[in-house]
Nanobody, 124 residues
Framework: VQLQASGGGLVQAGDSLRLSCAAS????????MAWFRQAPGKEREFVAA????????FYADFVKGRFTISRADAKDTVNLQMDTLEPEDTAIYFC??????????????????WGQGTQVTVSS
């Protein structure tokens, strides 16, 4: 399975960005796809996840309703719409996938596949 992340960039505080993650090599009819992020000097942290079977979504508390994870029109692709971005959101964003749902969806080691990461920089 390969995951291709795209959509990062440099924006100002308050702006929006949409990240996309396209999976190839597998159909995620029952899996989970997620986004994590890692800022310089910090550990990788969970951002959001989507359970493919029913579209249920899960978010980190710091998202505070600013981010939305959703299925894209393209097959096996998820988007992360990020609104009202803050400088603290600056990080490399990674998409991840696993072949099934787990209550450990917020833990990075539970994911089988990872994308290459896309840089998001928010200036103040």
């Amino acid at each position: 399975v390969q995951l291709q992340a795209s959509g990062g960039g440099l924006v100002q505080a308050g702006d929006s960005l949409r990240l996309s993650c396209a999976a190839s090599g597998r159909t995620f009819s029952s899996g989970t796809m997620a986004w994590f992020r890692q800022a310089p000097g910090k550990e990788r942290e969970f951002v959001a996840a989507l359970r493919w079977s029913d579209g249920s979504t899960f978010y980190a508390d710091f998202v505070k309703g600013r981010f939305t994870i959703s299925r894209a029109d393209a097959k096996d692709t998820v988007n992360l719409q990020m609104d009202t971005l803050e400088p603290e959101d600056t990080a490399i964003y990674f998409c991840a996938a696993r072949p099934s749902y787990s209550h450990s969806y917020y833990q990075a080691p539970s994911y089988s596949w990872w994308g290459q990461g896309t840089q998001v920089t928010v200036s103040s």
